[in-house]
């Protein structure tokens, strides 16, 4: 047979584009295993977990989710809360662990080499993107101990002026209280997490501009957060 005629650039570009639009299906099959069978009953059950504003979360598409941070169990609660699979940068320590590197690949984690400069991180968050993933960013950089946010970071913003990302606010209320004084038995206390309205990326990568979407990210997790329980 004849081939028939290639397909004009744009349409081979839209098509590639829709294929990315979305995480590999073998990895949204394991997010839905590993949030039904063990996330989501450990927030709803343990911690009488309620969740607002779902509604708000674009299904398809490049998105940072950025939310404060006070405990290790933000990601897999954010990520199942948003109802899309979430990728967060790892130590890359982990990627050398045997099965363990593996998994949490599986699961959308990228190394980043502790204290490598921030433009690593910026290159592997913009490379998950591409691949179809909604990345995940604490605008702290650190956990705090009340669950707010006082000296954000301006990556975030960075990564989503460079990919042409929305940022989505998610605030988890509730959060720092699980283990306190690094406790190794997490309390069954009550944890909420609220969803926002997307916020657009900066149009350009200057730093007023990048401070500018900053603030305004940190401000709408800050009304979430005081929304309380």
Not at 89 to 112: D, H, N, R, S, W
Not at 117 to 134: F, K, P, T
Not at 168 to 180: D, K
């Amino acid at each position: 047979m004849t081939p028939g005629p290639p397909q004009p650039p744009q349409l081979v570009s839209q098509a590639d584009s829709l294929t990315r639009d979305r995480e590999p299906a073998v990895n949204l099959l394991l997010y839905h295993l590993f949030k039904w069978s063990v996330v989501s009953p450990l927030f709803h059950t343990y911690f009488r977990g309620r969740v607002y504003g779902v509604e708000n979360v674009p299904k398809t598409g490049k998105l940072l989710v950025v939310a404060n941070h006070a405990s290790d169990f933000d990601p897999p609660f954010l990520s199942a809360a948003v109802r899309r699979p979430v990728s967060y940068m790892a130590k890359e320590e982990l990627f050398k662990v045997p099965v363990l590197k593996q998994a949490i690949t599986l699961y959308g984690a990228y190394p980043v080499k502790r204290g490598s400069a921030d433009r690593s991180a910026i290159r592997e968050a913009l490379n998950q993107l591409d691949l179809g993933w909604a990345v995940g960013i604490f605008l702290e950089g650190t956990r705090t101990a009340d669950g707010r946010i006082p000296n954000p970071k301006i990556g975030a913003a960075m990564i989503a002026a460079k990919a042409g990302a929305d940022l989505l606010p998610v605030s988890l209320w509730g959060n720092h209280c699980i283990t306190p004084n690094q406790s190794a038995l997490p309390r069954p206390v009550p944890l909420t997490i609220r969803i926002g309205e997307p916020i657009a990326p900066p149009a350009t990568t200057k730093r007023d501009a990048l401070e500018a979407v900053t603030a305004q990210c940190a401000e709408a997790i800050h009304q979430l957060h005081d929304l309380g329980r």
